[in-house]
Structure formats: structure tokens, C-alpha cells
């Protein structure tokens, strides 16, 4: 372990070196993180240390620019992974690198990159270490722009799992846009027509093609995008192909029905104004049998060749987040669900200073609302059985200069057999995030929560206190306590230090098992004690 951090390190200094050549030379950029935990038995919470009662999650990244050129590599080290990480992370390897030529109107890129069709529904590869997902693609990328008017890309290349490229998959795709406001000359609006191509190849087994599986199947969609005087509207239709499931219930003795396979399609409807202080947002969107894997046969989080979102509110409070929404694009797993439909209002107003509402200092107003049902059955636009539904109200306000709120009531019902049946789970919470600011470099903030229940656990409360010492020291205390059934603490408590472009954090406490999420992707954490050290820096 001391030599992969050393070699890291080493790594680090080397390229900050390189910073400081000539600028005919080109020049280094890049960032290093590491995120150690020390875990320790706890008879409380029952949670239980793993093997060598350590892990570590280290990235080096560093790219390198001159002119139209660029190149750039990532090292990562798992020794070993943090628990509740993908179990494919593990080790030490070099798992991104490439080279790109850019001139504004060509663009090539061969090696490791990340790219997107559309809103990501069709495919998407990305990286997220927050849940340990990197799904880079190991080939290559072209893409041509003519005058702002036309844009095509096409790629190639397997998708990252775990540590190194999919072995058995491989994508290929094209992306194309036509911007017709700027072919008619329209200098008052957008207006433009967008469509992806995405072939996708994967080995299988003869069981699955007895089955009906193929190993090459297509994906398409198409997409318009509209925006004048404030208004925007986006809409894409996406046909997934052909996914392969478990069955749930294969006949014994019976060849080609141990798995399903479905056709997958989405619809997405995006519409929103703003002016005049007022911001509205609506999204419509359905899902069928739209899990897309990198490999079949990997059940791990990091397996995703696309990316669907939660639409709903997304929240930076723990209290809030005890419960929070997990996509359901279709699933055999335990239960036969197709996928779901729903959408999501989202509606700001700043009201003015000098205003009755807006005071002196003005005032802003959110009010979200979003709810998601499942399929009544395959190719319906009907919903059946509640998934989820919230509804949020936020203030925002600067009472003086030195003091600002804000107040949050947020109402969740969430059904936690996740559609199999109709039970849901009601909870009230509110939450108040007060903010006082001393002098220019001394603050205080602090968050109280409460969440009020009669299902699962029962009622929560939290409280948050940070003490901030600008531009360098930031220290906190906080508890979350489960007084209505459990009556456990889960507390922490910690401090960071910053210096220009390096921030150290050490903290020591409980985390509760629950789900971690980022734009609606999840990852089960399962509950533990212990000390995290986190160091950051870019150069």
C-alpha cells in the first residue's frame, strides 16, 4: 500500500514540474485524490470491520496541451476498494489514456474518452467516483462540424468494467445534429433536429441463443431542440434494441426460456420558461425495458452503458436522502416490471429587493413536484402502481449581511418493494439551514432536520454544526438520531485545512447503510464506523 501511494505521489510531483516549461513545450494539468477509511467493529449499529480493516480509493490524472494537440493518462489504485464499492475495483493500473487532435471544425480522439448521445437515455460513459463508475471507451472517435450548422461524430470502442475494458462488448455509433436557425438564418431562436445510431456487440452463450438472444443488436433515436424568448422545449423518442433478462421463472426441461428478451424504448419530453424572475421546468418521460449493461452476464452498479437520471428533486441533506428515488427502467429481478412513467414540475420565483415578498434583500422561492408509477403493462402509457411521489417547497432568504436561511419542507411517499406491491411510505420532513457570517473569514452554519413518520424506522432528527475559518480551516459536528425506534446515534465529526489548491479532510464517525446516489444513480453502502482521511489537489 506505502508504494502505491508513493508512487502516486511521485507521479504527482513529476507533473507539476512539467508545469513550469516553456509554453512552447505545452503545459500539465491535473488533479490527485485519495479517500482512506480505517474501519472499526460497532456493537451498536452492528457494523462490522472488513478484512485488514482498511481501504483506499487513489486517482492520478494529468493531461498534457499543446496547440491543437492533447494527451492524457489516469492511474487508479484500490488497495482495497472502500466497502460498497463495485467488487471489480480492486488493484493498481493505468486505466485511462489518449491522444486527441482538435481544430475547431475536426476532432479525432484515439485511447480512452467519454461521450454521449442526446440526454444519455440511448448511451451515455461517464465517471462518477462517488459511486465507482467509469465507463470509458477503449477505441476511437471522429467528429466533423460544418459552420455551426451540421455536427456528426461517429465511434467505436469497448466500454470500461471494473479495471480494463468489457472483453466480450464492444459499441459502435454515429451522432448527428442539424441546426436549422442557423441554416434559415433564424438570429431569434434554436431550432435543430439531433439522431444517434448505436450498434451494440456482446458474445453470449449458447443458452442464450437458444433463447433468442443476438449478439449485434441496433438502438436508435431522434431529438428536437427548441428555444425563443425564454421558452425551451426538448423532446427525444429512443428505441433501445433488444435486452436480454432472466427469466423468473423458467420451465424445467424446456431449451431457450432461461431468459427473456424485450424490446426497449423511451420517451422524453423536457419544457421550460424563464424571465422575469419566474423559472419553470416540466419533464415527461417513460421508460421500457431500458437497463442497458456493458456485459449481461455483471450485476455490479458500474455495468451501465447509459444513464437515466431520477427526475425529481435532488436533495444535499442526509435527512432527506434516507429514502430517495431509484430509477426503474424494467426488471425480472424478484418480480416482472417494465418500466415506469412519470415526470417532474419545478417552478423558481426570485422576488425582488424592495418588494413586499423580496424585502430588502429579496427573496427565492422553489416548489418541486414529481411522482413515477409503473407500466400497466408493456407498450402501455397507462401507470399502475406508485413508485414515488414528492412534493418540496424551499426558501431561500437574505435576512441581513451577515445572516441568510434557508427553510425546507419536503413530503416523500416511496414505495419500498419498488412497485412488487402497493405499500408506500410516508414521511414529513423539514429542515432549516441557517447561515451567519461573522466577518469576511469567520462563519458559522448550522442544520436542523426532523422527519416525521409512521412507517420503517420511524421518526429522525439531525443537526449540523461547521465552524469555517476562511480561506483554510472548516470544522464540524454533526448527529443524525433515530429516536423513533432504534435510538442510535450516527455521529461525525471532523475538520479540513486547504491551501491553494490542496485540501486535506480528516473525520471520524458512524454512517448508517442506506443508498448513495448521484443524479439518481445508486449504490447500496453498507453501514460503518471508523476514521476518513480525503486529500485532494490539482495542478
Not at 447500496?524 to 485532494?536: D, F
Given at each position: 500500500m506505502r508504494k502505491v501511494l508513493l508512487s502516486l505521489l511521485i507521479a504527482s510531483s513529476v507533473a507539476t514540474s512539467l508545469v513550469a516549461q516553456n509554453d512552447t513545450k505545452g503545459y500539465v494539468v491535473g488533479s490527485f485524490e485519495s479517500n482512506s477509511i480505517v474501519y472499526v467493529d460497532d456493537e451498536v449499529t452492528q457494523a462490522q470491520k472488513p478484512e485488514g480493516n482498511f481501504g483506499t480509493n487513489n486517482y492520478l490524472k494529468a493531461d498534457y496541451y499543446l496547440g491543437n494537440f492533447s494527451a492524457g493518462l489516469q492511474l487508479e489504485a484500490y488497495q482495497p476498494a472502500l466497502i460498497g464499492y463495485p467488487a471489480n475495483l480492486e488493484g493498481a493500473r493505468l486505466t485511462n489514456y489518449y491522444m486527441q487532435w482538435s481544430d475547431g471544425d475536426f476532432d479525432v480522439t484515439a485511447?480512452?474518452?467519454?461521450?454521449?448521445?442526446?440526454?444519455?437515455?440511448?448511451?451515455?460513459?461517464?465517471?462518477?467516483?462517488?459511486?465507482?463508475?467509469?465507463?470509458?471507451?477503449?477505441?476511437?472517435?471522429?467528429?466533423?462540424?460544418?459552420?455551426?450548422?451540421?455536427?456528426?461524430?461517429?465511434?467505436?470502442?469497448?466500454?470500461?468494467?471494473?479495471?480494463?475494458?468489457?472483453?466480450?462488448?464492444?459499441?459502435?455509433?454515429?451522432?448527428?445534429?442539424?441546426?436549422?436557425?442557423?441554416?434559415?438564418?433564424?438570429?431569434?431562436?434554436?431550432?435543430?433536429?439531433?439522431?444517434?445510431?448505436?450498434?451494440?456487440?456482446?458474445?453470449?452463450?449458447?443458452?442464450?441463443?437458444?433463447?433468442?438472444?443476438?449478439?449485434?443488436?441496433?438502438?436508435?433515436?431522434?431529438?428536437?431542440?427548441?428555444?425563443?424568448?425564454?421558452?425551451?422545449?426538448?423532446?427525444?423518442?429512443?428505441?433501445?434494441?433488444?435486452?436480454?433478462?432472466n427469466n423468473p421463472n423458467p420451465i424445467p426441461g424446456v431449451t431457450g426460456n432461461d431468459y427473456l428478451i424485450k424490446n426497449s424504448n423511451a420517451q422524453l419530453l423536457e419544457l421550460s420558461y424563464s424571465g422575469g424572475g419566474l423559472?419553470?421546468?416540466?419533464?415527461?418521460?417513460?421508460?421500457?425495458?431500458?437497463?442497458?449493461?456493458?456485459?449481461?452476464?455483471?450485476?455490479?452498479?458500474?455495468?451501465?452503458?447509459?444513464?437515466?437520471?431520477?427526475?425529481?428533486?435532488?436533495?444535499?441533506?442526509?435527512?432527506?436522502?434516507?429514502?430517495?428515488?431509484?430509477?426503474?427502467?424494467?426488471?425480472?429481478?424478484?418480480?416482472?416490471?417494465?418500466?415506469?412513467?412519470?415526470?417532474?414540475?419545478?417552478?423558481?420565483?426570485?422576488?425582488?429587493?424592495?418588494?413586499?415578498?423580496?424585502?430588502?434583500?429579496?427573496m427565492k422561492v422553489n416548489l418541486n413536484f414529481s411522482t413515477y408509477y409503473t407500466l400497466k403493462e408493456e407498450g402501455s402509457f397507462v401507470p399502475k402502481t406508485l413508485l414515488w411521489r414528492n412534493v418540496n417547497v424551499g426558501v431561500e432568504k437574505q435576512v441581513s449581511r451577515k445572516f441568510k436561511m434557508q427553510l425546507l419542507y419536503s413530503m416523500q411517499e416511496y414505495n419500498h418493494s419498488h412497485g412488487v406491491g402497493k405499500g408506500t411510505w410516508l414521511s414529513n420532513i423539514v429542515v432549516a439551514d441557517l447561515l451567519y457570517k461573522y466577518t469576511p473569514t469567520f462563519s458559522t452554519r448550522m442544520e436542523l432536520a426532523y422527519l416525521t413518520t409512521f412507517e420503517d424506522k420511524k421518526d429522525w432528527m439531525s443537526a449540523l454544526?461547521?465552524?469555517?475559518?476562511?480561506?483554510?480551516?472548516?470544522l464540524f459536528v454533526s448527529d443524525m438520531f433515530n429516536?423513533?425506534?432504534?435510538?442510535?446515534?450516527?455521529?461525525?465529526?471532523?475538520?479540513?485545512?486547504?491551501?491553494?489548491?490542496?485540501?486535506?479532510?480528516l473525520s471520524y464517525g458512524r454512517n448508517r447503510q442506506g443508498m448513495v446516489c448521484?443524479?439518481?444513480?445508486?449504490?447500496?453502502?453498507?453501514?460503518?464506523?471508523?476514521?476518513?482521511?480525503?486529500?485532494?489537489?490539482?495542478?
Open positions: 485511447g480512452t474518452f467519454y461521450d454521449q448521445f442526446g440526454s444519455g437515455i440511448l448511451f451515455r460513459t461517464y465517471e462518477d467516483r462517488t459511486l465507482g463508475v467509469n465507463s470509458a471507451l477503449m477505441g476511437a472517435r471522429v467528429a466533423y462540424q460544418y459552420k455551426n450548422i451540421a455536427r456528426i461524430k461517429a465511434l467505436w470502442g469497448a466500454p470500461r468494467l471494473g479495471m480494463e475494458p468489457a472483453k466480450n462488448t464492444q459499441v459502435r455509433g454515429v451522432d448527428a445534429s442539424l441546426s436549422l436557425s442557423n441554416l434559415l438564418n433564424m438570429t431569434d431562436m434554436t431550432l435543430a433536429l439531433e439522431g444517434s445510431l448505436l450498434n451494440r456487440f456482446e458474445r453470449v452463450g449458447a443458452t442464450a441463443l437458444e433463447s433468442g438472444a443476438k449478439p449485434s443488436t441496433m438502438g436508435y433515436s431522434a431529438r428536437l431542440n427548441f428555444e425563443k424568448s425564454g421558452f425551451g422545449a426538448k423532446a427525444e423518442w429512443v428505441d433501445g434494441g433488444e435486452k436480454m433478462y423559472g419553470v421546468s416540466l419533464s415527461a418521460r417513460r421508460l421500457e425495458w431500458m437497463e442497458s449493461k456493458i456485459s449481461n452476464s455483471s450485476y455490479e452498479t458500474n455495468n451501465a452503458l447509459n444513464y437515466l437520471p431520477a427526475l425529481c428533486a435532488q436533495y444535499s441533506y442526509a435527512i432527506t436522502n434516507l429514502n430517495p428515488y431509484i430509477v426503474q427502467p424494467g426488471t425480472t429481478s424478484g418480480h416482472i416490471n417494465s418500466g415506469e412513467i412519470g415526470g417532474q414540475l419545478d417552478v423558481y420565483y426570485n422576488f425582488k429587493r424592495g418588494t413586499a415578498l423580496g424585502g430588502k434583500r429579496g454544526l461547521e465552524v469555517n475559518f476562511a480561506p483554510s480551516w472548516s429516536h423513533g425506534m432504534t435510538k442510535v446515534h450516527y455521529y461525525n465529526a471532523g475538520f479540513s485545512y486547504t491551501e491553494g489548491r490542496t485540501r486535506v479532510a448521484s443524479g439518481g444513480v445508486c449504490r447500496l453502502m453498507p453501514a460503518y464506523t471508523g476514521g476518513n482521511l480525503t486529500i485532494s489537489t490539482s495542478f
